[in-house]
């Protein structure tokens, strides 16, 4: 079932994250994106996360908050309630232009609710 508003949950433990990591997963050029069914909570929940290697504290911070512009796009339209998702900064999220990342997300969005279909 898709998400009507427009607020999305917030993942902010460890625990969260990784439970979300023993889910689905799918990998494109500016990020990956996990996904996971969670019976608990009936809203979409979402969590950033980005490494050490991304770069520093300043680049790691534009990453997470491009990633955030992009699910407060995507996820009402394309996300699923009852389930929680982490987008992972890879290199190429910050300079890549904006479009294409964006592309990347849906292109990923995309395939992980056709596969949870499946």
Not at 64 to 87: C, S
Not at 96 to 108: C, G, S, V
Request: proline share 3%.
């Amino acid at each position: 079932m898709k998400q009507t508003s427009n607020s999305l949950g917030q993942l902010k433990q460890r625990s969260e994250f990784l439970f979300v990591r023993a889910g689905r997963y799918r990998a494109e050029a500016g990020l990956v994106i996990q996904m996971r069914a969670n019976p608990i909570h009936s809203d979409i929940r979402v969590g950033f996360t980005a490494t050490k290697k991304i770069g520093n504290a300043v680049i790691r911070n534009r990453a997470k908050r491009r990633m955030r512009q992009i699910a407060r796009t995507l996820l009402p339209k394309l996300g699923y309630n009852g389930h929680d998702y982490v987008f992972i900064a890879r290199n190429g999220t910050v300079q890549r232009p904006y479009a294409l990342l964006l592309d990347d997300a849906r292109k990923a969005l995309l395939r992980l609710s056709q596969d949870s279909k499946t």
